[in-house]
């Protein structure tokens, strides 16, 4: 069984910085990307970063220069550092990761519970 846990989420006043986690555990073999989705109210799901397994970086224009993705291989966890918060930025924030849990199966998505995230004065 794959969970992903996240955390780190909260209020905000604009301009201020929040760091998220997600924390993949159980009967893993390999992660390939790991990203972060968003999700406002009356809004579909939207893409906002991904890492790759290398670790290369890929972000939503919406978020370019503010937010930074990251992820440690070895505790199997993402990050996403969001500094200069706008209240556009509200949303439900949830991660996802792409991953085999043995060696030869198709890789899955698994999803997380996802943190609420709310930037206002």
């Known amino acids: 069984q794959v969970q992903l846990v996240e955390s780190g989420g909260g209020l905000v006043q604009p301009g201020g910085s929040l760091r998220l986690s997600c924390a993949a555990s159980g009967s893993i073999f390999i992660i390939s990307a790991m990203r972060w989705y968003r999700q406002a109210p009356g809004k579909l799901r939207e893409l906002v970063a991904t890492v790759t397994s290398a670790g290369t970086p890929v972000y939503a224009d919406s978020v370019k220069g503010r937010f930074t993705i990251s992820r440690d291989n070895v505790k199997n966890t993402v990050y996403l550092q969001m500094n200069s918060l706008k209240p556009e930025d509200t949303a439900v924030y949830y991660c996802?990761?792409?991953?085999?849990?043995?060696?030869?199966?198709?890789?899955?998505?698994?999803w997380g519970q996802g943190t609420q995230v709310t930037v206002s004065s």
């Open positions: 996802n990761a792409l991953l085999a849990v043995t060696p030869g199966r198709v890789m899955n998505n698994y």
